[in-house]
C-alpha cells in the first residue's frame, strides 16, 4: 500500500500538471482547473504546523485567485460592494492587527492570508459565474473530477492521509483534501445538482446518487445532517416533483438493509459494531454506549474538552482580553492547555485547534472580532432575503439550503484556515450561483450594500 509520503506527492504533483491550465489555458478551463484543485492539500491535514508556510497551499489559496482576478479585472463585480465582504474585510484588518499580540505570529500571518484568499475566491466566483464560465456544465465536470480524486485517493493510496481517522478507525472517502473538507465539497455539489434545470434528469440522478454514496462513505456526521438539510429545503419546496420518488428511495434503502442485516455472514449488530460514524453516532446517541473502537463519539468528547477549556479561560480573562481577544491563533494555547502531553508547540496548527470558529472568534478577536464574524452572516442572510423577494431565483434557494449546512460546520470545525480547499471553495461555489445568467433577459435586484451596481452595468 501507497505510504503517506507518496500520498502527500501524489496531491503535489496534480497540482504541478494543474497548474499551467490555470496559468494559461482561456478563462473557462483555468476557472474549472483551479477549482479541482480545491481536492489537494499539498501539505497534508496531518502535517501542517505553524512554522510551516505551505507554499503550494498558499499559491492555491491566495496567488492564484490573485491571479485570475487580474484576468477577470474587466468583468463587474456586484458582491465586492456588499455589507458582508466589507465586514469581512474589516474582520481580515482586525485579524492583522490582533497579530501584535499573538503568541503565533507565523500562524497569524497564515490566517489573515487565508482571509484574504477567501474574499478573492468568492469574488473570482462571481466574475466567472457573470462570464458563463460556471455554468451547469463546468459545474458537473468538476463534480466527476472530484469523485474521481476521492476513488483514487481512498481506494488506490488507502486513505493513508487524508482519509486517516485513527489507527483503529476506517478509512473515510476523501480527496487529496482532509475528509471533513471534503463532505463540504459534496453538500455544495447536491445543492448545485438538485437546483439544476439545466441537466438532463439521467445526468442529475446520477450525479446525486454518486454524491449521496460519497457522504455516507466519507462519515462526517456534521456534513450528513447538512445534506438532509438541504434535500429537506429542496423537497419542501419541490414537493410535487419529489412525492412520487420519495417513497420509493426510501422502501428501497430500507429492504436494502434489512437485506443486509439477514444475510450478514458475521452476524454482528449492524448498529453497535458499525463501521460508519454516521451509523455508530446514532446508535452512541440512542443507547448512550459508543462502539468498541470508539467511532460514534471519541472526536464528540475531544472537541467538548476543548470548548470547555476555552470557555474557562475566557471566563478568567480582563477586560482588555474580552473586548480585544487574546490574539489571533492563540488559540493554540487552549490545546496545549487541555491535552498537554499530547501536543507540543513544535507540532501544532493553532489555526485548527479550537473546533468551532464562533467559539475561537471570541477567544482570539474578543468582542470585537465575533460581532463582525456575526455581522458577516447577518448580512448575509439578509442580502438573500432580499433577493427571494426581488425575484424566484433558483440560485438563491441552493444558497439558503447550503447556508445552514455551513453554519453548523462553522460550529464543529476550523474553517478559516482553508483558502484554497474543499470547505471554503464550497461557500463560493454556492454563492456563484446566485450570478449565473438567467435566461429571458431577467434583471436581478441588487445584492445588499451594492450602492455602486449601477455604475458596472
Not at 458499525?274 to 459508543?290: K, P, V, Y
Not at 501544532?348 to 452572516?377: C, K, M, Q, S
Amino acid at each position: 500500500m501507497p505510504d503517506v509520503e507518496s500520498t502527500v506527492f501524489a496531491a503535489q504533483l496534480l497540482f504541478w500538471i494543474l497548474l499551467p491550465c490555470v496559468l494559461v489555458a482561456p478563462l473557462r478551463w483555468a476557472i474549472l482547473a483551479w477549482l479541482i484543485m480545491g481536492n489537494l492539500d499539498a501539505t497534508g491535514p496531518t502535517l501542517a504546523v505553524s512554522s510551516d508556510v505551505g507554499w503550494i497551499n498558499a499559491t492555491k489559496g491566495i496567488l492564484l485567485p490573485l491571479y485570475l482576478w487580474f484576468r477577470l479585472r474587466k468583468v463587474p463585480s456586484e458582491i465586492q460592494y456588499s455589507w458582508p465582504v466589507k465586514l469581512w474585510t474589516a474582520l481580515a484588518l482586525y485579524a492583522g492587527v490582533a497579530s501584535l499580540w499573538s503568541p503565533f505570529p507565523v500562524a497569524a500571518a497564515k490566517l489573515v492570508g487565508n482571509m484574504v484568499g477567501i474574499l478573492l475566491m468568492i469574488i473570482v466566483l462571481e466574475k466567472a459565474a457573470r462570464r458563463d464560465f460556471l455554468n451547469s456544465r463546468a459545474i458537473n465536470i468538476l463534480i466527476v473530477a472530484s469523485i474521481l480524486l476521492a476513488s483514487l485517493q481512498t481506494f488506490y493510496f488507502g486513505g493513508a492521509v487524508f482519509g486517516f481517522d485513527g489507527v483503529d478507525q476506517p478509512s473515510r472517502f476523501s480527496s487529496f483534501v482532509s475528509a471533513q473538507q471534503y463532505t463540504a465539497f459534496l453538500v455544495a455539489f447536491l445543492a448545485a445538482v438538485l437546483w439544476d434545470r439545466h441537466s438532463g434528469v439521467w445526468t442529475r440522478t446520477f450525479l446525486i446518487l454518486s454524491i449521496a454514496a460519497g457522504i455516507i462513505l466519507n462519515g462526517s456526521r456534521t456534513w450528513f445532517f447538512g445534506a438532509f438539510l438541504v434535500f429537506l429545503v429542496y423537497a419542501w419546496l419541490s414537493l410535487k416533483n419529489v412525492a412520487i420518488y420519495v417513497p420509493i428511495a426510501a422502501a428501497t434503502v430500507s429492504l436494502g438493509l434489512l437485506y443486509a442485516v439477514n444475510v450478514n455472514p458475521m452476524k454482528f449488530d449492524l448498529l453497535v459494531d458499525s463501521s460508519s460514524r454516521i451509523a455508530a453516532t446514532f446508535s452512541a446517541l440512542a443507547t448512550g454506549e459508543d462502539t468498541a473502537r470508539n467511532v460514534g463519539l471519541a472526536n464528540l468528547k475531544f472537541r467538548l474538552a476543548i470548548y470547555q477549556g476555552a470557555f474557562d479561560e475566557i471566563r478568567g480573562a480582563g477586560p482588555r482580553d474580552l473586548i480585544l481577544g487574546h490574539g489571533t491563533s492563540s488559540g493554540g494555547n487552549v490545546i496545549l492547555r487541555v491535552y498537554p502531553h499530547s501536543y507540543s508547540v513544535e507540532r501544532l496548527d493553532p489555526n485548527r485547534a479550537i473546533h468551532n470558529e464562533w467559539l475561537r472568534a471570541l477567544y482570539e478577536w474578543g468582542i470585537l472580532g465575533i460581532a463582525l464574524l456575526v455581522g458577516v452572516f447577518a448580512s448575509l442572510i439578509v442580502s438573500l432575503i432580499v433577493i427571494r423577494r426581488g425575484e424566484s431565483s433558483l440560485g438563491s434557494w441552493a444558497v439558503l439550503s447550503f447556508l445552514p449546512a455551513f453554519l453548523l460546520a462553522f460550529t464543529t470545525e476550523n474553517v478559516i484556515a482553508g483558502a484554497g480547499n474543499a470547505v471554503t471553495m464550497s461557500l463560493g461555489l454556492i454563492l456563484a450561483l446566485l450570478w449565473i445568467p438567467k435566461s429571458g433577459g431577467r434583471t436581478r435586484k441588487p445584492f445588499l450594500g451594492n450602492y455602486a451596481s449601477s455604475a458596472h452595468h
